[in-house]
């Protein structure tokens, strides 16, 4: 019984969300589905409809094909925005991979059902936006996780599912 209560303290403690961690995401054991989850990078002022990453955006898209170069990553998704798929290109590209565009009107329920079947036991590049990446990641992992402020860029979100479905939650810095 008291391995059982620590598991699941420890479970909800990963949920919790809190201060992002400064690590890179580590390569999954094969049996695990991966999904990591972004918001855009820093996006220009200007354009108020579609407007593209400034130069700090780039450099932070740039930085993230560095932080996930030794992943396995086999499928990049990213909404139809400018800012998502710049920020996506980079670690598309490093992988040899198309960008493959989400609606972001539409629930985040959807994305997950489709993320969940189509790469079960991969490892996922998901870009969204401050409002729907929290959903994104709940939706994936049944965890709750913390709203994101519109100067929030730098936090990464790597759920991991088991081969048994147990999902676990770890927030680092990108």
Do not use: W
């Not at 354009?47 to 955006?57: K, Q």
């Amino acid at each position: 019984m008291r391995v059982s209560i620590a598991a699941a303290l420890l479970f909800l403690a990963a949920c919790s969300g809190g201060a992002p961690e400064r690590r890179t995401a580590t390569a999954p054991d094969s049996s695990e589905t991966t999904f990591i989850v972004v918001r855009h990078a820093e996006k220009a002022a200007g354009d108020v409809r579609d407007p593209p990453l400034d130069a700090r955006g780039e450099r932070r898209a740039a930085a993230l094909a560095g932080q996930l170069a030794a992943l396995p990553v086999s499928a990049v998704y990213a909404s139809t925005t400018r800012r998502a798929r710049q920020t996506a290109a980079p670690t598309a590209e490093r992988h040899g991979l198309q960008i493959r565009e989400y609606d972001p009107a539409r629930p985040v329920s959807e994305l997950a059902t489709v993320l969940h079947t189509r790469h079960a036991g991969a490892t996922v590049l998901v870009v969204g936006h401050s409002n729907t990446v929290p959903g994104i990641v709940a939706a994936l992992c049944a965890c709750r996780v913390a709203p994101l402020g519109e100067d929030d860029y730098g936090d990464l979100y790597e759920v991991r599912i088991g081969a048994g479905g147990r999902a676990g939650l770890r927030q680092l810095a990108y």
